[in-house]
């Protein structure tokens, strides 16, 4: 009944059917011409989750650097090369698994001082989804004071260096499941 008034649904695109053969299921071969090669989909998908970690990062260095004088007191933040690329990369992977993936996050960042934990930000990629998950990414500070005989050349409050080692906590907000702990070195 759908073939006779959607002939189109039932069909695959440049091939020829018999009024017979209209509705029956056909097999699929890997190789045919006009379906995309799982190499293709698998590039695609690495493409978005790239794409997903750039804007995620930018994010959280946003948050980094807005929070340099207000909440840090520093006016400079030292990072390990490549870290915020590594953190945007384990929030990406640590969301594939949600529902509404990286959209349903709630991103808090917070640094670890001597002071205690700060909260320096926080990250909503889409406002039009409501959140299925938190995600806090923890950065550390590096609480060494340097060697005392140079401590008169650095001022100590004007420079803070995070250490390689963060932490992501993701917790479900509509679950009674513990929160899971990553820890990254």
């Keep these: 009944m759908i073939g006779k008034y959607f002939p189109q649904l039932l069909t695959s695109p440049g091939r020829k059917t018999s009024s017979g053969r209209r509705g029956s299921v056909e097999s ?3 190789s045919d011409s006009n379906s995309p090669s799982f190499a293709n989909m ?3 998908l690495e493409h978005v989750e790239r794409l997903l970690q750039r804007d995620v990062t930018r994010h959280i260095e946003r948050c980094l650097t807005e929070a340099k004088a207000s909440t ?3 006016q400079m933040l030292l990072l390990p090369r490549q870290m915020l690329a590594k953190v945007g990369q384990d929030v990406v992977r640590s969301s ?3 529902p509404c993936g990286l959209r349903g996050a709630s991103i808090t960042v917070h640094v670890d001082c ?3 934990l700060k909260s320096v930000g926080s990250i909503f990629l889409d406002q039009r989804v409501t959140p299925t998950f938190e995600l806090s990414v923890i950065f550390k ?3 060494d004071d340097g060697w005392p005989s140079l401590k008169h050349i650095f001022d100590s409050n004007k420079v803070l260096k995070l250490r390689p080692e963060y932490r992501l906590v993701k917790r479900k907000l509509y679950s009674s499941a513990s929160p899971v ?3 990254f070195n």
Excluded: Q
């Design 28 to 30: 699929c071969d890997e």
């Design 42 to 44: 698998d590039a695609g």
């Design 72 to 74: 840090l007191y520093c």
């Design 96 to 98: 594939a698994d949600e």
């Design 114 to 116: 001597k002071d205690g």
């Design 141 to 143: 500070a590096d609480k």
């Design 181 to 183: 702990i990553h820890d």
